[in-house]
């Protein structure tokens, strides 16, 4: 499992906090650098997907948020509540607006009184002052330092613009480059919206009975063995278990169900889980940071923090890209003049456009906002994805494999067969007699056997069972109403008893077994009486999701289980995998995971996440299956599918190939249009406000192009 504060060194306490502000990755970077330099401050570790800093040290929060003055990032501690404030749209944009009034001034100056006039340069030097203040304060200081970032290539650009006379085009890189700042901030806080919708899903308070009374208790103060009283149509504040009533549960904001869920006694409940019919009182079993939701909101979160290999990609690329186009930009502005006689003025207002065409904002922008998108959309349809990593190796799957039992089949065994050898007998008297023997059975398919009788209505608890024993591997017997019984394997009969099979009995049994159902046989010590059947059912959304992969293009599907030959064949060829392996043990599904890495490269395992362990570490590529109030899941899964539904993964496919897509897409047009508007510089074509256009459409356009994401939807 991925920890986001993975690689910090552990030597002072660890303190989580929420950061408001940032306006780009890049912002978010010098500050996880100005932080480090803190005394006191061992490790730091900016979640830019997030908007968290997690810090080894004990820091005051003035501290921090002098690190950050430069954004003016505020901090809140993550467990205390943040009060959202919105701010005046004055307040907010007042700036922008002065300053686009003034070049508006500006131009019209410039047509009454011509380009040179005192009125116009006037008018755009204010709008200079005013829409570049905050740009100037942290550029200046970068220029110091010797540090070359976004912020240090525009002031720079502004600077050269005015000394060069150009104050028109310094003025509209000023408040363009201040719309895209806005518009990439606006881009992140709607992906991360997602995440901050699944943190207002739990109610904030609960009505709890202790000692007789009833009263309306913070999350926070709520102890775990406290009865919680949820009326009709109320939200669940806590997970817990049912311990009086019955209703339905739309779990729809955990598992992505979205059909209601009914629950009774000893039925797990969880938290943001909304209440549709009778009343429910519920015994609180984990504390508010422990619930189902917390858990889900903390690790979409840290899977943010995880770059994707396409964004490690891109952070090392920037690394050089922005020193580079420093250099481009001075080469560009001195050696035309230098070597060929042409206008100084001329090739340094080109060199001025390179360096505002090299922003590398949209390049920057371009993965983290798909990352964040894909994985809140994710979340909020019931598939928890732990990082960029997964999400992109999802979209390149080749194979996967399943493990039968509570995957392809629903895990719980059903009598499907029950036939009678001596049509004289009663068969709900029989099969009364065989509930009491199975009763006291720790058998796994005596529960099916129960249901049954309960479905039907058959009594058998009045019925004593006399002399009751296990014959070890073969089956059980014992004495009911001075009979003595036998229920076990065909074996059992063939082997330890005088009665035989005929030819059509056995034909009978070995039809039911090649069906993929386990067969029991009921006897005496003289004649054979019945035939029961039991099976694991396969999940009605197995075949359809099969179907789905093929359809996708995945290569191979194939079953591993454990049981034998016959039921391997009839449960694969049922759900349409294109292949099947039995009789394995947890290693042999490992080495077959193996196998079909060599052969495929990408390969995904779905399974429970708590058996065949080793199987789903091995795989590119972990899914574990019902993740909601699975611990062990939740932790250990690359993926998990909260709603225990198969349905889910067609979908996880589809979203991660949109995301690669959308991230390939995002890189290739971030870097094409810079390397378009570069080219103009070959005939003095490029312009100020082409360069700033350049970089302030791509920004938007591939920050919009990652918003699509949040409109992939499940099937």
Same mark, same amino acid.
């Given at each position: 499992?991925?920890?986001?504060? !993975?690689?910090?060194?552990?030597?002072?306490?660890?303190?989580?906090?929420?950061?408001q502000?940032?306006?780009?990755?890049?912002?978010?970077?010098?500050?996880?650098?100005?932080?480090k330099?803190?005394?006191?401050?061992?490790?730091?570790?900016?979640?830019?997907?997030?908007?968290?800093?997690?810090?080894?040290?004990?820091?005051?929060?003035k501290? %921090?948020?002098?690190?950050?003055?430069?954004?003016?990032?505020?901090?809140?501690?993550?467990?205390?509540?943040?009060?959202?404030?919105?701010?005046?749209? #004055?307040?907010?944009?007042?700036?922008?607006?002065?300053?686009?009034?003034?070049?508006?001034?500006?131009?019209?100056?410039?047509? #009454?009184?011509?380009?040179?006039?005192?009125?116009?340069?006037?008018?755009?030097?204010?709008?200079?002052?005013?829409?570049?203040?905050?740009?100037?304060?942290?550029?200046?200081?970068?220029?110091?330092?010797?540090?070359?970032?976004?912020?240090?290539?525009?002031?720079?650009?502004?600077?050269?613009?005015?000394?060069?006379?150009?104050?028109?085009?310094?003025?509209?890189?000023?408040i363009?480059?201040?719309?895209?700042?806005?518009?990439?901030?606006?881009? #992140?806080?709607?992906?991360?919206?997602?995440?901050?919708?699944?943190?207002?899903?739990?109610?904030?308070?609960? %009505?709890?009975r202790?000692n007789?009374?009833?009263?309306?208790?913070?999350?926070?103060?709520?102890?775990?063995?406290?009865?919680?009283?949820?009326?009709?149509?109320?939200?669940?504040?806590?997970?817990?278990?049912?311990?009086?009533?019955?209703?339905?549960?739309?779990?729809?904001?955990?598992?992505?169900e979205s059909?209601?869920?009914?629950?009774?006694?000893?039925?797990?409940?969880?938290?943001?889980?909304?209440?549709?019919?009778?009343?429910?009182?519920?015994?609180?079993?984990?504390?508010?940071?422990?619930?189902?939701?917390?858990?889900?909101?903390?690790?979409?979160?840290?899977?943010?923090?995880?770059?994707?290999?396409?964004?490690?990609?891109?952070?090392?690329?920037a690394?050089?890209?922005?020193?580079?186009?420093?250099?481009?930009?001075?080469?560009?502005?001195v050696?035309?003049?230098?070597?060929?006689?042409?206008?100084?003025?001329?090739?340094?207002?080109? *060199?001025?456009?390179?360096?505002?065409?090299?922003?590398?904002?949209?390049?920057?922008?371009?993965?983290?906002?798909?990352?964040?998108?894909?994985?809140?959309?994710?979340?909020?349809? *019931?598939?928890?994805?732990?990082?960029?990593?997964? %999400?992109? !190796? #999802?979209?390149?799957?080749?194979?996967?494999?399943?493990?039968?039992?509570?995957?392809?089949?629903?895990?719980?065994?059903?009598?499907?067969?029950?036939?009678?050898?001596?049509?004289?007998?009663?068969?709900?008297e029989?099969?009364?007699i065989?509930?009491?023997?199975?009763?006291?059975?720790?058998?796994?398919?005596?529960?099916?056997?129960?249901?049954?009788?309960?479905?039907?209505?058959?009594?058998?608890?009045?019925l004593?069972?006399?002399?009751?024993?296990?014959?070890?591997g073969?089956?059980?017997?014992?004495?009911?109403?001075?009979?003595?019984?036998?229920?076990?394997?065909?074996?059992?009969?063939?082997?330890?008893?005088?009665?035989?099979?005929?030819?059509?009995?056995?034909?009978?049994?070995?039809?039911?077994?090649?069906?993929?159902?386990?067969?029991?046989?009921?006897?005496?010590?003289?004649?054979?009486?019945?035939?029961?059947?039991?099976?694991?059912?396969?999940?009605?959304?197995?075949?359809?999701?099969?179907?789905?992969?093929?359809?996708? *293009?995945?290569?191979?599907?194939?079953?591993?289980?454990?049981?034998?030959?016959?039921?391997?064949?009839?449960?694969?060829? !049922?759900? *349409?995998?294109?292949?099947?392996?039995?009789?394995?043990?947890?290693?042999?599904?490992?080495?077959?995971?193996?196998k079909?890495?060599?052969e495929y490269?990408?390969?995904?395992?779905?399974?429970?996440?708590?058996?065949?362990?080793?199987?789903?570490?091995?795989?590119?590529?972990?899914?574990?299956?019902?993740?909601?109030?699975?611990?062990?899941?939740?932790?250990?899964?690359?993926?998990?599918?909260?709603?225990?539904?198969?349905?889910?993964?067609p979908?996880?496919?589809?979203?991660?190939?949109?995301?690669?897509?959308?991230?390939?897409?995002?890189?290739?047009?971030?870097?094409?249009?810079?390397?378009?508007?570069?080219?103009?510089?070959i005939?003095?074509?490029?312009?100020?406000?082409?360069?700033?256009?350049?970089?302030?459409?791509?920004?938007?356009?591939?920050?919009?192009n990652?918003l699509?994401?949040l409109?992939?939807?499940?099937?």
């Amino acid at each position: 499992m991925f920890v986001a504060a !993975e690689g910090l060194e552990q030597i002072g306490e660890k303190n989580v906090y929420r950061v408001q502000g940032f306006t780009c990755a890049g912002c978010a970077g010098k500050f996880e650098r100005n932080v480090k330099e803190l005394n006191g401050v061992q490790d730091a570790k900016v979640n830019f997907g997030a908007a968290k800093l997690t810090v080894v040290g004990n820091p005051s929060i003035k501290e %921090l948020e002098k690190a950050g003055a430069f954004e003016n990032l505020k901090l809140t501690p993550e467990k205390e509540k943040i009060q959202a404030v919105k701010e005046p749209f #004055m307040k907010k944009y007042g700036t922008l607006i002065t300053s686009g009034l003034f070049i508006a001034i500006g131009y019209f100056s410039m047509m #009454m009184y011509g380009e040179e006039s005192i009125q116009s340069i006037l008018a755009f030097l204010v709008a200079i002052i005013i829409g570049g203040y905050s740009l100037f304060v942290v550029g200046f200081k970068n220029l110091i330092r010797f540090e070359f970032d976004m912020k240090t290539l525009m002031t720079i650009a502004i600077i050269g613009a005015a000394i060069i006379g150009e104050w028109s085009e310094g003025a509209i890189v000023v408040i363009l480059f201040a719309i895209s700042e806005a518009l990439e901030s606006y881009s #992140m806080d709607k992906a991360r919206q997602s995440i901050r919708s699944l943190m207002n899903i739990a109610p904030k308070e609960a %009505l709890i009975r202790r000692n007789g009374t009833e009263s309306m208790i913070s999350v926070e103060d709520i102890q775990v063995g406290d009865i919680m009283l949820v009326k009709p149509g109320q939200k669940i504040a806590m997970d817990g278990m049912v311990v009086k009533g019955n209703s339905s549960i739309n779990q729809a904001a955990i598992t992505g169900e979205s059909v209601p869920v009914e629950k009774g006694i000893d039925d797990e409940v969880f938290a943001g889980t909304l209440n549709t019919e009778g009343l429910l009182e519920v015994k609180v079993t984990k504390h508010v940071d422990d619930t189902t939701i917390a858990k889900i909101i903390h690790l979409v979160e840290e899977a943010q923090a995880e770059r994707a290999p396409s964004q490690a990609f891109v952070d090392k690329f920037a690394k050089w890209y922005t020193p580079a186009i420093m250099v481009v930009a001075f080469l560009v502005a001195v050696l035309p003049p230098l070597f060929f006689e042409a206008s100084w003025d001329t090739w340094i207002y080109q *060199g001025l456009a390179v360096l505002v065409v090299g922003c590398p904002c949209a390049l920057v922008i371009s993965t983290p906002v798909s990352i964040v998108t894909a994985i809140g959309n994710a979340a909020k349809n *019931g598939v928890l994805i732990k990082g960029g990593i997964y %999400l992109e !190796e #999802m979209g390149e799957l080749k194979a996967i494999a399943f493990d039968k039992t509570g995957t392809l089949t629903k895990g719980i065994p059903v009598v499907t067969d029950f036939e009678m050898v001596n049509l004289n007998g009663n068969e709900n008297e029989l099969f009364s007699i065989i509930t009491a023997l199975e009763y006291g059975s720790q058998h796994p398919l005596a529960s099916a056997i129960m249901k049954k009788a309960e479905d039907k209505g058959i009594a058998y608890k009045h019925l004593q069972v006399e002399n009751f024993s296990s014959i070890t591997g073969k089956g059980i017997e014992g004495i009911v109403d001075g009979d003595h019984y036998f229920i076990g394997s065909p074996k059992l009969f063939e082997e330890k008893l005088p009665v035989h099979m005929n030819s059509e009995m056995k034909d009978r049994i070995l039809s039911l077994q090649n069906q993929g159902k386990t067969v029991m046989v009921i006897g005496t010590n003289e004649t054979l009486l019945a035939i029961l059947a039991v099976a694991d059912q396969v999940r009605e959304s197995s075949k359809y999701v099969v179907k789905r992969l093929h359809d996708l *293009g995945i290569k191979k599907t194939i079953m591993l289980t454990g049981d034998n030959n016959g039921t391997a064949r009839a449960i694969g060829n !049922e759900v *349409g995998v294109s292949d099947f392996q039995a009789e394995l043990h947890p290693q042999d599904k490992l080495n077959t995971v193996k196998k079909l890495r060599d052969e495929y490269g990408q390969v995904a395992m779905v399974g429970d996440g708590i058996n065949d362990a080793p199987a789903l570490a091995s795989a590119t590529v972990g899914i574990a299956m019902g993740g909601a109030g699975t611990d062990t899941a939740l932790e250990t899964a690359d993926v998990a599918l909260m709603g225990d539904d198969l349905k889910k993964l067609p979908f996880t496919i589809e979203l991660s190939r949109k995301a690669l897509t959308i991230i390939k897409q995002n890189i290739t047009f971030a870097l094409g249009i810079k390397l378009l508007a570069l080219l103009l510089v070959i005939p003095g074509w490029l312009t100020l406000w082409i360069a700033i256009f350049a970089d302030m459409g791509a920004t938007l356009i591939v920050t919009l192009n990652g918003l699509r994401l949040l409109r992939v939807k499940d099937k």
